[in-house]
RNA sequence: GGCGGCGUAGCUCAGUUGGUCAGAGCACGCGGCUCAUAUCCGCGCUGUCGCAGGUUCGAGUCCUGCCGCCGCCA
């Protein structure tokens, strides 16, 4: 089959940091593209993540540092992709909408709407706000003139600018989102969606006259504007990716851009639901393309009960828990921990406990008494074949479910197994046989299905934990790299196999670390 | 103003179409094992499932009202 998947972040405004919120969309991302990567293999899986680098709230936070508006982004940007590389996120593209190949993409798709006619021009006056880059009707101010986000003035401004035609589109995209329960997911948002839906809209204006704001991709047809920045950002999604193949050829890149997009996945949080949901499919039929495969909504993530922003003060620094608990930690407690939807609240003090609870006394306790019996009892060697009675359907359990976005469900179903597998010890107590050399072959046999266990779960894990999956494979004696693709298989260990002596994956924390 | 969600053991939460669903994990207590990171295994513990009514043979699970949080739209 030539099923494909583009896996999609949402494109960060890079006028700040990136934070555990923004992190946590890109682990999900992550833990769902290398699980089709398994599924469907490499080549038919591309992963993009990125940062939208125009708009007047970036040329205005480079020149509060009296810094270019690029140089700026050149900073910030180089902070999130750095972020994410530091907690595994293993995007193929990370895409910034600065790059002269997103703008050239940019413009050909500009030149396409216009040809399709659904841009028009013409005058407008309103009161805008500077921060939310939009203009309010006089009804949603609050307190007379401020802007009801920000609380700050709104500036009253008159201007000719270039519209796109949605409400045209509406009917369309409601029905889509009516036919195709999968579309906007979980069903709550796709409800929402629905609604935003109901009432008709108000075309979009997609330009800046350059003499307000100049930062930004110029206007094919008129020189005289930059897109606007939303309108700019979506676009990052197929950019690149589309004309990386074929740099000299728009035809074949915009062929290019119409699969990929059909085959999106796109996470994004719940604040841009409705630019996603109700401007993205419009503007994509305005360009002659298909709509999206997926919308995948996730909810906050709240820091100790309190919503967690840029403004509460109380944002994290995410790469700060790598160094601070080993690799795979945060991963591993954002994914278990929250359901994918809906709100979450993140606190140090639960992921010391899930760390110790799950990590430690779990998974690396596990790990470590396998080893250490194969080691005392079979210097490390597998001197039987692992038994075919081991569980089978579990691969499916937790496939399904990463394909549901119940990343937690997936886990449960993970740590289950090493329920079981801690279980199994307990019952056939080989560290007893083994006192008899009699017991030899029967001893064997049980390490040889605990080793087996072992592999498996490090395959399982991969998507999760890739380090740690990584570790695990090395401790079994096994290639990270090719051995990991069949660990779910039937291809287990062999007798004659070595396996090392075990190291303490996840050493128990007593104290809180300072982190 | 319109629409929607949430409120279940000390803590964090699961709970499809109404009938062994009153649950899981953590925490706590007791017992077992000793291969293992004082880890593992077994058993136990606490709840009027926000409040008040209603439908039903039977309701966390449906309906109405109320209280308390929180979203979205306008």
Redo the contacts with the bound molecule.
Sequence with gaps: MSERRHITTAIFYCNGTPHVGSAYEALAADVFARYWRRRLGRGRVTFLSGTDEHGDKIRRAALAEDLAPKVYTDRMSALFREAWQGLGVSFDYFVRTTDPIHERFVQEMLRRTHENGDLYFRDYEGLYCVDCERFYPEKELSGGQLCPVHNRPVERISEGNYFLRIEKYREQVRDHIAKNPGFIRPE?YRN?AL??LA?PLTDLCISRPKSRLDWGIELPFDSNYVTYVWYDAFWAYLSVPALAENPGDMDAAWRRAAELIACSEHFIGK?IL?THAVYWPPILMAAGLPLFRRLNVHGWLNFGGQRMSKSSGNVRDPVSYERAFGPDVLRYFVMR?L?YG?D??FSEERLV?RYN?DL???L??F???VL??AQ?YCQGEVRAVPGADLETNLQERVGRKIEELDFKGALEEIWLLI?EA??Y??ET?P??LAKDPANAARVEQILANLLEILRMLAGFLEPFMPVTSWRLFELLGLNPESDAAKAASGEGLKPGHRVKP?I?????IDRKPAA
């Design positions: 709550r929402e609604n935003m009432e604040d409705k921990e359901v809906l979450g609240d406990q609870a430690a006394n779990d690396g306790n790990a470590s008494r250490a019996m005392r329920a801690n279980n010890i307990v107590e560290f007893k075990p303490a994956l996840f050493p128990r």
